[in-house]
């Protein structure tokens, strides 16, 4: 119980610490830095309440995006970031569905607005990158975590925050 009440005494630390480098400017940004604070996150997934992941998600999600939109999608940025909402996906407080409107929804909007960006640069390359597969295990593990608000919603025509599709065109055109 000790050790348990130690881990979460500890956890605002760890997410400042998190927080502090996923917040840099990319100009700025050391990816061995990220890379190792991403792990921590991941490292500390059991741990974290859902009230100290959720305000990660849009920034872990901004890692995902390039800094211009003329500009190419950083894999040294986008692996670990990926990675990250990976495991929140899987093996946090928001596991199994949770998170519809902090982590589903702004994931489909991402999906729905990088997603063919990154296929079409590997179809245009004849081969799959690294970057490809890491967009392939992020989209199966959101269609896995999110399945229940995709089959509630495959008929909505509730808006999104953030995209002119309602909830019924993101979730179509996911799938």
């Known amino acids: 119980m000790r050790m348990q009440q130690t881990l979460l005494d500890a956890v605002p630390l760890v997410v400042r610490a998190v927080v502090t480098i996923i917040k840099q400017p990319r100009d700025w ?9 991403l792990k ?8 974290l309440r859902g009230n100290d992941i959720t305000p990660l998600v849009p920034m872990l999600i901004s890692l ?3 800094p211009t939109p003329d500009a190419d999608i950083d894999p040294e940025v986008f692996l670990p970031a990926s990675d990250a909402l990976q495991a929140i996906m899987t093996q946090s407080s928001l596991a199994g569905g949770a998170g519809v409107l902090s982590l589903t929804a702004p994931m489909l909007v991402w999906v729905d607005t990088w997603g063919p ?3 079409q640069s590997s179809i ?9 597969r890491s967009l392939c295990k992020l989209i199966v593990t959101l269609g ?3 399945n229940t608000y995709f089959a509630i919603n495959i008929t909505s025509q509730q808006s999104v925050a953030g995209s002119q599709h309602t909830r019924s065109q ?4 996911f799938l």
């Open 29 to 37: 940004m050391l990816v061995r830095e990220l890379d190792s604070a």
């Open 40 to 47: 921590c996150l991941q490292a500390w997934m059991s741990v």
């Open 64 to 66: 995902l995006t390039p």
């Open 117 to 119: 960006r990154i296929l």
């Open 124 to 132: 245009s390359s004849g081969e799959a990158s690294e970057l490809s």
């Open 144 to 146: 896995d975590h999110s």
């Open 170 to 173: 993101l979730i179509q055109g």
